[in-house]
């Protein structure tokens, strides 16, 4: 079948195998590793296709801005999550980019929702959660529930904090790819569009 977007699917390797070779915050794991871990735990959590592929993508937005490897640590809020939805709206459904939109919202809703939640995090989670708003309150946990997305952005989210493993082995970007590629969007009408 005629492959639509076979450059965005290049870029996204490239994205991943190259630029994501980077340290992910203070993690001990590579944001490449943290990629595919996160997409790992949602295909073996039985997953929809769109959910391992937000997994997969979730944090593309620290990739394609030029704020250096751990902006958070500066005290900038790269706000990636608005970032990264911005990038892959272009090509994919909001079954694909809203958990993305909504995974650091999410991660103030279970900061606020479930006690113990803040208590497991990463010290970079920690971190950027005081850059990103801190925990959510009661009005803020209604309001982020009643969005289209949030329960798919809690479950990317809970992926995503587990997703630091260091030397934790997972499939190769290419295993997932093919989760990306089924869900890009047909061929928009464009400067190559007959
Ligand atoms: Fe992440």
Redesign the pocket.
């Known amino acids: 079948m005629h492959d639509p977007h076979p450059d965005v699917l290049d870029r996204i390797r490239h994205l991943l195998e190259v630029r994501a070779d980077g340290a992910y915050g203070l993690a001990g794991v590579t944001q490449k590793e ?1 990629a595919l871990q ?1 997409a790992w735990a949602a295909e073996r959590d039985g997953a929809p296709e769109a959910l391992v592929a937000a997994a997969l993508l ?2 593309i937005g620290h990739l394609v801005h030029e704020l250096g490897e751990n902006p958070a640590a500066q005290g900038v809020d790269d706000r990636h999550e608005a970032l990264g939805h911005a990038w892959l709206c272009a090509h994919f459904a909001p079954e694909v980019t809203e958990p993305v939109r909504l995974h650091v919202a999410a991660k103030r809703y279970l900061c606020g929702a479930e006690p113990d939640y803040f208590d497991r995090l990463s010290p970079d989670s920690v971190r950027s959660l005081a850059l990103q708003g801190g925990p959510m309150d009661g009005a803020g946990q209604a309001a982020f529930l009643a969005r289209p997305g949030a329960a798919d952005a809690v479950r990317l989210r809970r992926w ?1 904090e587990a ?1 630091k493993v260091p030397g934790l082995a997972t499939p190769p970007v290419g295993h997932f790819l093919r989760h990306v590629a089924a869900c890009l969007r047909p061929a928009a009408d464009g400067p190559d569009a007959e």
């Open positions: 943290h996160a979730h944090d995503d997703a």
